[in-house]
Structures are given as C-alpha cells and as structure tokens.
C-alpha cells in the first residue's frame, strides 16, 4: 500500500499548477436534505486550501465523498487528472488521501504506537512502529511519547497522534476537519506551523475544513465558502477579510458582539472589553444578590482511578446573577468539575452546598433537584439521549411536569415540548422527531431549553459553544448573559479564552486539578491568563 | 417484506436439504403448517405454547430497555416453576384461589432468582450477561435436588408410582381452565399473556416510570444526571424480568398441554421455552406488541415440528430444517437493528 502511495505521489508530482484532485459537481442528498449541491472543488499540490462554512454547510459531507465515507449521488472525482470512483476509506488510503477527524477515532486503552499501527495488515513490528512514531514526531515537531496511554492524553496530544497515524500512511492529500476545536491558542499555532511545513516542504495538498474566520484567514492559501450544501464563493487568501468572510458565510450580518467570540479572533482590543449596556442590567442584578452564595465548593477533592486527584481542593463560590469563567488548558479538571455538578461523580472530600444547603454529590440527580442545572461538555455524553425525541429529551430531568398519577398525556407532553421548541427556535419537524435527525446547534438548544425550562439557581455551562456554527454561538452567548442578568449564577467552564473574557465577571484559573488563580475581569487579559493556565504565575 | 425473503430462502435452502437426504419436501411443509394451525385442535396448542413464549419475552423487553442483557430466563422459568408448586402444595386452599396463589409464587420465585444476578450486578459489578446465565445451571441443579426429596419437591410414593424425579401432579381444581374455543383447547393465560402485553407496551411507552427506564437504557450517564438510579431501576427491571419468566413456569406448570410435564414439575420441565423465548423478543426487536406475533410464529415452529417428525423425514434433517427456520426469523431483525443503527450514525456525524 504504501508504494503504491509513493508511486502515486510521484507520478503527479509536476508542480503546483496542476490539479491534486478534481470535485466535479458532486451532489448528495440525505431523505429531503441537500447536504451538497453541485459542488465543484479543485485540489492543488503545496497549498492549502480552507473550506469554511456554518454547521450543515456540508463541508463535512463533502470531505467523506473524497475520503469514501459516503458515495455521492452524482458528480465525479478526478485524483491526478484521472477519473476514479471512491467506494470506501480504504480506496481513498490508497489513492493517498488521508483525514483528520473532528471526534477522534483513537482507542483510549491502547498506546500511541498501537494506536498509530492499528488498522495496519500483517505482523506488527512494534519496534518497528515506535521508531516510526519518533522519527514522524521529531521530523514535524509533533512531540509524543510512543508508549504513553492515549486515555491519559490531553485533547491537544491525542490530536498529535491522529496527525501522526494520519502522516505514517505518507499521504499526498490531508484533510483536517475542525482541528482545533479541542485545542488550546498555542496548540493551533504549532498545528498550523506543521501544517505550513508539510505543504511547503513535501508538496503535499491540505484541506482545512473550519468555521473559525481567523483560522482560515492564517493558515490557507485560498478559501472556498459553503452555505446549505452550495458554494458561494472562493477566493484566494490575500484577497479576503473577516467581515466579508463572515457575512459569505452567514448570509447576512452577524451582531459585532458576538462575532468576536464566535470567530474566536484573537485580536481583542482592550477597549472594546468595557463593560457595556449588558453590565449595567447586570450591576442592578447584583444589588440583590443574598449574602449566601448560589453554589459553594468547598475544598472539593475527587480521586480518579488509581487514586490521582482528578479535583484537588477546590474552592469555590458563586453569587446570584454573576458568571464566574473557569479558564484552563483541557484536561486539567474541568470535565470532572463539570461531572461532579452533574451527580455524576461522589467526592472523595469537601462539599458542595447550593442556596445554603449541602447537596449529597454522585447520588442520582442529587444536583439537578437542587437547582444546578448543567449544558455538560459533551451533550452525547449526559446531555441528551440522541435515540429518544425531542419532546422526551426536553422533559428527562422532570418528566411529571406532563404526567398525572405516573402516567404521561401525551398531548401535554406535545405542547410544552412546542412551546419550547417555539421559544428557543429549535429547528426540528416536531417534537417527535429523534434528537440525532437534528444539527449539533438543535441539539445543544435542546440541552438549554430543558435546564433553563427547570428555573435553576445555579447554571453549568461547560464548553458551551464547542462546535457551534456563528448563529449558533451567538444565540448561546445571549442567552447565558441574559440567564445571569435574570439572578442565575452561571459557572461557565470554557477552554476559550475569547468566551470567558467575554462574558465573565470574575474567572478562576484551573491547573492540574487545582485553582490556581481568582481574577476580576479588569485584570484578566490574554496574557496574564496565559501564563496562569501553563503554570507560569501560581 | 425482508422476512418474506428470508423464511423463502430458509424455505429453499431446506427443501434442497430434504431432498438431497433422500425425504420428501412438501410433506415437511404440510406437516408443518398442520401441525402449528390446520389440522383440529392444533392452533389452540400453538397458543398453549405461545403464552409462556409470550411472557419470557416481555420479561425480557423490560430488562433490555433498561439496557441489560437477561439471557437466563431458562433459570428464572424452571426456579419460578418450584417455588410455585412447593408453595402450591404447601398452602393448599380452595381451587382457583390456589392457581392465583400458584401463579404469584412463580413470578416471585423467578424475581428472586434473577435478583441474584441483579444483585452481583449492582453490588459487585458482575456483568449481568454472564450472571444470569450461568444461575441456569445453578436453578437446574437445585430444582434436581429439589425433585429428590420429598420434603422439598418429590412426590409421595403412592402419586409417583415407579418415577423418580417427579412432583406431585396439581389435583383437578387447581389448573387452569382450558375452555373450548371453535374446537380448541388453550389455557386462559394465554388472554392474560396478551393483557399483559399490552400493559407493558404501554407502561413502558406512557408511564413515567417506563420513560425512565427507557431513558437508563438508552444513555445510563444522561439519566444518572436526571435523577434515575441505575441501581434502582436496573435491579426491578431485572426482577420483573424475572418475575415474568416465573411466571411463564408457573402457567405451563398449571396450564398443562403440549409436552410440559402433565401438570408435574419434571427435570428438564423447562423445555427451552425460556431460552425460545428470549428469541422471540430478539425477533420482535424488543419491543412488547410485536412479541405477541413473534410468540405465536416460534410456538407454530415448535408444534408444527412435532408433526414434521411423523413425516419419516430423518430428524435430524427436520432439526436442522426447525434452524433454519428460527435464522430466517432472526436475520431480519438483525439486518433491521444494523440499518437503523448506520443510519443514525449517519445522520449524527453528518449533523455534528
């Protein structure tokens, strides 16, 4: 398989003039959906080209049609200016195209190396593989212990070892879908720097799918545009700006608030960090703030498996209608502090009190019944259930809201799942339809709807936006703001920056399982949050 | 559509099986379908069979939609058995009273049996799959040392004549009824298996327990988060579970007919229908109203294949034809779980 990759790479090597791959009117429909309509890409050796687009653009799709992992319904595919049909993943390998996926495809009880080889026919050489995991490392800066445990890895790091699975197979096209949204600022930049590398030194084609303006903006050499299955525009790098950018893809304008976050740029001026119209709603909110605080963590500590503390005495309080941003690089806690609000974890010390009262943490919905309502980090994981329908998703924390004597009317349940789909503009057929049949976006309104629905006191929003499109982003943003002017505390847990300097009041800073700093808002800048969360200023 | 196929090709592939080995195809087929509905009398022993087929399913639905694996509804059905008929006696009182007490001691004994595995299952963390499986051989044993003494099981001499191993058979007035119906003959449980499908169709679609349930099933860390304890509700998911295959003992203990040891609890009293029947909720996908046809589909096979036997037909051949007969019925639903599944994968990533 591999020499015929090399084979591949070296008969088309002639310059980067010539078209890689050729996308030919490719259209695909799923049931009544256009997921791509006619869409025509070319592919051109040393450049890297950024596909941007909102959730359900169909860049995704369009990706598997060149990766095998959906057949189109018409159009064609030319690899090196020669007609070929793509059936499944294993063609497209040995035509040399390789992906990166959004969700990782890597098996957390294996190591890297074994992780890197599987998948592979034949004998394993696990010497073998591990020498070609170092050399792939060092050779692209992509530093990784061989035998380390992938569960044990960062998101930052496991992505390396995708990269470099992706890299063993030696491809001349790599497609990379959403890298970085599980990576920390410096990690996208060290990833776009081996990027840079790959294509400027090996003349190898790169595609970066994405919705995040800046990222595009840095990293490609031309930009093709997606909006509901179309492509609206393509233009080269130099000759595009954000708000072009974002209004191509949108399709309309995007409020100036919120584009900032949701296109994660990283230019945000000082002044434009005021606090604004919201913060004076936000001042008479906090003049009625109790003296007891909505939530108290106090000197919290939750051992993992093998006894290493996930949480390591963590205190921690919140008040009514503040939003306290918990900052910090993945895998440092915050999915645990995230679980331990959400019932899921019990404590190994300390306590967690709500509105005064101490709330037996692990015990099934202990926290939901005292008013902690939680969008967790990842929805599949305890946020929805994607085989159950919209209407049962949004009433599974209370379900005797549409119940008497233990039994559910079904008309009941119909009209308050309507009224809720209605307020929070969840775009679905009804309320019988299966929670999958909806975007990521749906989904994840369908989360906010229910845990506000409950009137909580306290709000957990963990990662609120990941993989969010810009409509998106900014309706979960306004929403959250407009929660806490309502007198909800809101803990928002975010590896964004941008996000957390955008909506909180106060924002703590979490390092192996610990807090290691508290800052105002004033005193927080990208820098001095920065250096907290790699530890540099404890 | 897809199980017209499929029983076709069964269909084919055994008449070619038949013939090759020397028998007679179409006498098979005939004496299949005389068996199972046709001939007199017939279909009202296909619905004797189809009850207690009936009710090991829907033990079994409800312990699936909890999203746990009971596969030792053979155990639960056998233990369900003696408890009834050791309590039966035991009690003794007046005759339809009696069948009541009867069957209540069945669903308990088969609760409790599975209980045990329930138990390790959310106390020490033993997979269920594993559990309930291997206290099958355990309730087999014990119901063979039960059998062995009178105090406990045997029958009293003067009852068991020169039988070993065999319980006092149920007196007249305590089985139950089986009224004629257009010439046939059937226990009346098989109108409380059927009740009781519906009643768990709907429990499990309208109640707000049976939501949760679901809810478990489908994603146990969503619904910790929502306040249902896994523990709780596993563990009664998979009592009922077993309530339901004890149950199903108790009624062919008293609901005599077709080959279930003559109102007597018997070695090998069980006769697969425990595990026949957890294969007809894998047919119907685990869902309760489906169960009703697929109950009535397996317990045809089984009758029918009483009759197959008479053809001269090796009975081996009519063995191995009976399994190709259940594959026909099984490779649908699993061809229809596979689909649904990658479609919905599908559709998640895609709408990532």
């Keep these: 398989m591999i020499d015929a990759t090399t084979q591949l790479a070296g008969a088309g090597g002639s310059g980067p003039s010539v078209p890689v791959v050729e996308l030919i009117g490719i259209t695909k429909r799923f049931g009544g959906i256009v997921a791509c309509d006619q869409v025509d890409l070319t592919l051109y050796r040393s450049r890297i080209h950024g596909i941007l687009g909102e959730n359900g653009a169909g860049k995704s799709t369009l990706m598997k049609v060149l990766i095998g992992l959906v057949l189109?319904?018409?159009?064609?595919?030319?690899?090196?200016?020669?007609?070929?049909?793509?059936?499944?993943?294993?063609?497209?390998?040995?035509?040399?195209?390789?992906?990166?996926?959004?969700?990782?495809?890597?098996?957390?009880?294996?190591?890297?190396?074994?992780?890197?080889?599987?998948?592979?026919?034949?004998?394993?050489?696990?010497?073998?593989?591990?020498?070609?995991?170092?050399?792939?490392?060092?050779?692209y800066g992509l530093e990784v212990d061989p035998d380390a445990q992938v569960g044990s890895l960062t998101a930052g790091l496991r992505q390396r070892v995708e990269i470099i699975k992706c890299?063993?197979?030696?491809?001349?096209?790599?497609?990379?879908?959403?890298?970085?949204?599980?990576?920390?600022?410096?990690?996208?930049?060290?990833?776009?720097?081996?990027?840079?590398?790959?294509?400027?030194?090996?003349?190898?084609?790169?595609?970066?799918?994405?919705?995040?303006?800046?990222?595009?903006?840095?990293?490609?050499?031309?930009?093709?545009?997606?909006?509901?299955?179309?492509?609206?525009?393509?233009?080269?790098?130099?000759?595009?700006?954000?708000?072009?950018?974002?209004?191509?893809?949108?399709?309309?304008?995007?409020s100036l608030r919120s584009e900032r976050a949701a296109f994660g740029l990283a230019e945000i001026e000082e002044a434009d960090r005021e606090p604004d119209g919201g913060g004076e709603d936000r001042q008479s909110a906090e003049t009625t703030k109790s003296d007891e605080p909505a939530l108290r963590i106090e000197g919290v500590m939750v051992k993992g498996r093998g006894g290493a503390r996930l949480l390591d005495d963590i205190s921690l309080d919140l008040g009514a209608g503040e939003i306290v941003g918990v900052a910090g690089v993945e895998g440092n806690g915050q999915r645990t502090l995230g679980d331990l609000l959400s019932s899921l974890v019990p404590l190994d010390a300390g306590r967690v009190v709500v509105n005064g009262e101490g709330v037996s943490t692990g015990s099934p919905g202990a926290m939901a019944?005292?008013?902690?309502?939680?969008?967790?980090?990842?929805?599949?994981?305890?946020?929805?259930?994607?085989?159950?329908?919209?209407?049962?998703?949004?009433?599974?924390?209370?379900?005797?809201?549409?119940?008497?004597?233990?039994?559910?009317?079904?008309?009941?349940?119909?009209?308050?799942?309507?009224?809720?789909?209605?307020?929070?503009?969840?775009?679905?057929?009804?309320p019988d339809a299966p929670l999958w049949s909806l975007s990521g976006g749906n989904q994840q309104r369908v989360v906010l709807a229910r845990e506000l629905a409950a009137e909580p006191d306290v709000l957990v929003a963990a990662q609120p936006t990941r993989g969010l499109d810009v409509g998106a982003i900014e309706y979960m943003t306004d929403r959250l703001r407009q929660t806490a002017i309502g007198g909800v505390a809101v803990l928002l847990i975010s590896s964004e920056l941008e996000e957390i300097l955008e909506l909180a009041d106060r924002i703590v800073v979490m390092s192996r399982g610990r807090v290691v700093g508290e800052l105002s808002r004033a005193e927080a800048t990208l820098e001095t949050l920065g250096l907290l969360m790699g530890g540099s200023a404890a | 559509m897809l199980y017209a196929l499929s029983v076709a090709v069964a269909l084919a592939l055994s008449s070619v099986i038949v013939e090759a080995t020397g028998g007679d195809w179409w006498p098979v087929v005939e004496a299949l379908v005389d068996g199972s509905i046709k001939a007199p009398g017939r279909w009202g022993e296909t619905l004797g069979v189809a009850a207690p087929?009936?009710?090991?399913?829907?033990?079994?639905?409800?312990?699936?939609?909890?999203?746990?694996?009971?596969?030792?509804?053979?155990?639960?059905?056998?233990v369900g058995a003696a408890v009834a008929v050791y309590f039966s006696f035991l009690i003794g009182g007046p005759g339809p009273l009696n069948v009541v007490v009867l069957l209540l001691f069945g669903a308990l004994g088969g609760a409790v049996w599975a209980s045990l595995a329930g138990l390790l299952r959310f106390w020490r963390?033993?997979?269920?799959?594993?559990?309930?499986?291997?206290?099958?051989?355990?309730?087999?044993?014990?119901?063979?040392?039960?059998?062995?003494?009178?105090?406990?099981?045997?029958?009293?001499?003067?009852?068991?004549?020169?039988?070993?191993?065999?319980?006092?058979?149920?007196?007249?007035?305590?089985?139950?009824?089986?009224?004629?119906v257009f010439g046939n003959e059937f226990p009346v449980t098989a109108y409380v298996a059927l009740a009781l499908a519906l009643a768990v169709a709907y429990?499990?679609?309208?109640?707000?327990?049976?939501?949760?349930?679901?809810?478990?099933?489908?994603?146990?860390?969503?619904?910790?988060?929502?306040?249902?304890?896994?523990?709780?509700?596993?563990?009664?998911?998979?009592?009922?579970g077993g309530a339901f295959a004890g149950l199903a003992g108790a009624a062919m203990l008293a609901g005599g007919g077709f080959s279930f040891g003559n109102y007597r609890l018997v070695p090998g009293f069980s006769d697969?229908?425990?595990?026949?029947?957890?294969?007809?909720?894998?047919?119907?996908?685990?869902?309760?109203?489906?169960?009703?046809?697929?109950?009535?589909?397996?317990?045809?096979?089984r009758t029918g294949a009483g009759f197959v036997n008479s053809t001269g037909v090796e009975s081996r051949i009519t063995d191995v034809v009976q399994g190709l007969l259940v594959l026909a019925l099984l490779v649908p639903p699993a061809v229809i779980f596979l689909r649904d599944r990658r479609r919905a994968r599908a559709a998640a990533t895609e709408r990532v």
């Design chain 2, 125 to 180: 963390g033993v997979p269920e799959v594993l559990s309930t499986l291997l206290l099958v051989f355990v309730a087999t044993q014990a119901v063979g040392y039960g059998l062995k003494w009178q105090w406990l099981l045997l029958a009293d001499e003067a009852s068991r004549g020169n039988r070993n191993l065999v319980s006092e058979q149920l007196a007249t007035d305590n089985r139950i009824p089986r009224p004629d």
């Design chain 1, 369 to 430: 019944k005292a008013g902690v309502a939680v969008i967790p980090e990842d929805r599949h994981d305890s946020g929805v259930v994607l085989d159950m329908t919209v209407a049962e998703n949004l009433l599974m924390v209370d379900p005797h809201r549409a119940a008497r004597h233990g039994v559910m009317d079904k008309r009941t349940v119909t009209g308050i799942a309507q009224q809720m789909i209605d307020e929070f503009d969840i775009g679905c057929s009804g």
């Design chain 1, 72 to 139: 189109p319904d018409a159009g064609s595919i030319r690899i090196d200016g020669r007609p070929c049909t793509i059936h499944d993943p294993l063609a497209a390998a040995e035509l040399g195209i390789a992906m990166v996926h959004q969700h990782f495809s890597l098996v957390d009880q294996l190591t890297v190396w074994e992780n890197v080889a599987l998948g592979e026919a034949g004998r394993l050489k696990s010497a073998g593989v591990r020498d070609r995991v170092a050399a792939i490392s060092r050779q």
């Design chain 2, 272 to 301: 697969n229908i425990g595990w026949t029947g957890l294969l007809v909720a894998l047919m119907a996908r685990e869902r309760a109203l489906p169960a009703v046809v697929a109950a009535f589909v397996f317990a045809g096979l």
């Design chain 1, 167 to 254: 890299l063993r197979r030696d491809p001349h096209i790599l497609v990379f879908d959403e890298p970085t949204s599980v990576l920390t600022p410096e990690e996208s930049e060290q990833l776009f720097d081996t990027l840079r590398e790959v294509v400027a030194a090996e003349e190898r084609a790169v595609v970066l799918v994405s919705h995040k303006l800046d990222e595009v903006l840095h990293a490609t050499d031309e930009i093709t545009i997606m909006r509901q299955g179309r492509i609206v525009d393509r233009r080269p790098t130099q000759e595009a700006d954000v708000r072009s950018l974002a209004r191509a893809m949108v399709g309309r304008e995007v």
């Design chain 2, 53 to 78: 087929l009936l009710l090991v399913a829907l033990g079994t639905v409800i312990s699936a939609k909890a999203g746990l694996i009971n596969i030792g509804q053979e155990g639960q059905l056998l």
């Design chain 2, 203 to 240: 429990v499990l679609a309208r109640t707000v327990w049976g939501f949760r349930l679901r809810m478990l099933g489908h994603n146990p860390r969503a619904a910790q988060r929502s306040g249902v304890s896994s523990t709780t509700y596993g563990a009664t998911a998979l009592a009922i």
